[in-house]
């Protein structure tokens, strides 16, 4: 695997789906998603409280079963968050990383 790309400036862009593998776990309140961003390399670790719109049932549905929650993880956009202020990094990003998103194609279970 290369290093973390510090230098890479900050860019929000959408790189498209990636074969990159991540991992998922649950801690019962928190789904969390783990793997290296696909553009600067850098760890990124993302957590989704429980309740994503789209993983429940409600009223005359409520007795069939919700996709698992990891399955809402394929379907969303995902964000660098290695936790590195890149170059160029506005003050007002929404998350801390190089602004690369992409959606998740290789999902596999992980450990905390």
């Not at 776990?25 to 998603?33: E, I, N, P």
């Not at 696909?38 to 719109?53: H, K």
């Not at 602004?99 to 279970?109: D, E, F, H, P, Y």
């Amino acid at each position: 695997m290369p290093p973390h790309d510090h230098n890479i400036p900050y860019a929000e862009t959408y790189i498209g789906p990636t074969a990159t593998p991540f991992t998922h776990h649950t801690d019962g309140r928190t789904l969390t998603l783990r793997g290296i961003c696909p553009t600067c390399q850098g760890v990124t670790t993302s957590e989704y409280a429980y309740g994503i719109p789209g993983t429940g049932t409600k009223g005359i549905f409520s007795r069939s079963q919700p996709d698992p929650p990891e399955t809402q993880l394929l379907a969303e956009f995902h964000y660098c968050e290695c936790g590195h202020a890149h170059p160029q990094l506005p003050p007002d990003a929404p998350f801390i990383g190089c602004g690369a998103s992409w959606k998740v194609t290789n999902l596999q279970a992980g450990t905390a």
